[in-house]
């Protein structure tokens, strides 16, 4: 099927628009800034964000950033995890010297980790769902990290859709049996690195990288195998999209 162009733009504005709104609104309800915290994140986040992995049978990929995002999510403001979110988005999709620079891929994958990113920072920061009865820190990390998935795979799955005319639920349901150990792995380094902090300070963040880069070179070597399975072969033929 040829892509629509109209409705793919239409999309990424929507996406943009919505990406502006949720980092206002969490931007208004931002805490404390810490520069020496953030500007480590940030190295951190940009660092890892160009180990990526092919992801069989959609046309994107994964890098091993997301722990450092999370991190950014529950112990910085909201500004510095949108700002980090998408500083290491710009890092991870910037095309090698022989690729064409893409705008509206990287307009929309900027947007979508924005939206992502402050949405999680909401869903940490929500007083209301602090004060609840059921409430603990590893199951606040778990719906922030659940708001920073849906974030991130919907609108992935939503521009596949619209640029393909592919199903969506197939696409989301693809990603997620793909990623979503990896989410989980990610909220649990995410959780460690919060509980040695209180005795290292920031530096505890350092002790993740040697794991994430474990995981990536786990990851490459487990997609090289699978890529292209029968599984995922029909839907590679059909959502070969530019985004």
Known sequence: MRPNTRLTKTFIALMVLAATAATLFAGLRSHTLHPSYALAVLALAALTSRMKVKLPGIDG?????????????????????????????????????????????????????????????????????????????????????????????????????????????????????????????????????????HRWGWQAALVVFPVMYGIHHSYRLYFGREAETPWTAPLARAARAGV
């Open 61 to 197: 990929n994964m890098s091993v950033n997301l722990p450092f995002l999370l991190i950014a999510v529950v112990n910085l403001s909201a500004v510095e995890a949108v700002l980090i979110a998408c500083a290491s988005t710009v890092v991870q999709c910037w095309p090698k010297a022989e690729s064409k620079f893409k705008p509206e891929q990287m307009l929309f994958n900027v947007s979508m980790m924005a939206f992502a990113s402050s949405v999680a920072t909401l869903i940490w920061n929500a007083g209301w769902l602090g004060k609840a009865a059921w409430a603990s820190e590893p199951l606040m990390l778990a719906s922030a990290t659940t708001a920073f998935f849906l974030g991130q795979t919907a609108p992935v799955a939503g521009i596949i859709k619209v640029a393909q005319g592919v199903a969506m639920r197939r696409v989301w349901l693809s990603i997620v049996q793909l990623s979503f150990p990896y989410y989980v792995v990610s909220a649990g380094m995410t959780s460690m690195v919060n509980l040695v902090s």
